[in-house]
């Protein structure tokens, strides 16, 4: 089974960039597609965006378009979510999932999550 670990979380003021790491402790995440989820409390997890095995097709919720880029590099085993211009909206608990699959979920495969704050 595939293992995901978020990283690259923290504090950012608004109007900064930062890039989120999903890595993988399988060569077998190749082949999942992989998608990033935002949380704030009291709500469910939103999703941002998901990216296919080899990066030919992604999605972006409507909210995430034009700021956030996700990609991937397999022979790292790592799936980034980049994040430009934040705004306090995009605060809130990261997550990445996975799936061999389905590219939209349900996905099998979760992370534990990297915190985000956006100060302003």
């Known amino acids: 089974q595939v293992q995901l670990v978020e990283s690259g979380g923290g504090l950012v003021q608004a109007g900064g960039s930062l890039r989120l790491s999903c890595t993988a402790s399988?060569?077998?995440?190749?082949?999942?597609?992989v998608a990033w989820f935002r949380q704030v409390p009291g709500k469910d997890r939103e999703f941002v965006a998901a990216?296919?095995?080899?990066?030919?097709?992604?999605y972006y919720a409507q909210s995430a378009k034009g700021r956030f880029i996700i990609s991937r590099d397999n022979a790292k085993r790592v799936v980034y979510l980049q994040v430009n211009d934040s705004v306090a909206q995009d605060t809130g608990v990261y997550y990445c999932a996975a799936d061999q699959h389905r590219p939209l979920g349900p996905y099998d495969v979760w992370g534990q999550g990297t915190q985000v704050t956006v100060s302003s």
């Open positions: 399988e060569p077998a995440f190749s082949t999942y597609a």
């Open positions: 990216i296919i095995w080899n990066g030919s097709r992604i």
